[in-house]
């Protein structure tokens, strides 16, 4: 199962992303490729594939993205490869923005979508300027895109309001583990079950 989870830029999507990694036993995280510039904080690899805009293009060209777009100048996306690499035997969660949400759904029917949203306009402004990743004109493009955005919620599954971490990140984990106790995710497991009360003990 894939689980999407997506929302505007600030609104903690990513933090919640690697705490159910943390939380959650056999997910898997989907590295997408982006050309903007790696932070100090950020790992190549685990993080981001951190490729050029000629890579990048070339990849398009060669139809190995599942899902990609432009996000505030710089280009996204998430690979074939890591999907097929990665999605096997175990789950796999995704961080991505909306135009690539939208995208996955229309490529891989079966997905969890999840919109992650912020408590409020005024507090997703604070984060963005408490973080200190981006400049003031960007820090306002952010938020531009944001008011656009937001109003894409209807399309999703599940929502998370990302007020207090603590309960957004367990929101999260309840997803994942509830999906996991669906029949059709359980069909494998139970048939052994089912064939043992078919004999005589």
């Not at 050309?35 to 190995?64: C, L």
Request: hydrophobic content about 35%.
């Amino acid at each position: 199962m894939f689980y999407v989870i997506t929302g505007p830029s600030g609104c903690g999507k990513s933090t919640l992303a690697r705490r159910a990694l943390g939380d959650v036993p056999d997910l898997e995280f989907a590295v997408s490729h982006t050309t903007r510039p790696k932070r100090e904080s950020e790992k190549a690899g685990r993080d981001y594939n951190f490729v050029s805009k000629d890579e990048f293009e070339k990849m398009i060209q060669e139809k190995k993205f599942i899902e990609w777009a432009v996000v505030h100048g710089n280009y996204y996306g998430t690979s074939r490869r890591e999907v097929e690499k990665k999605s096997g035997k175990k789950n796999m969660i995704l961080d991505i923005d909306i135009q690539g949400a939208k995208q996955f759904r229309e490529a891989i029917k079966k997905a969890v979508f999840i919109f992650i949203f912020p408590p409020s306009y005024r507090e997703l402004k604070q984060r963005l300027r408490k973080r200190g990743l981006d400049k003031t004109d960007v820090i306002k493009k952010r938020l531009e895109v944001a008011k656009k955005e937001i109003r894409e919620y209807p399309v999703f599954d599940y929502i998370i309001i990302n007020d207090d971490l603590e309960p957004a990140v367990k929101e999260l984990v309840s997803i994942i583990l509830s999906k996991r106790c669906l029949l059709e995710s359980r069909l494998k497991e139970i048939v052994p079950i089912l064939r043992s009360f078919s004999g005589e003990v």
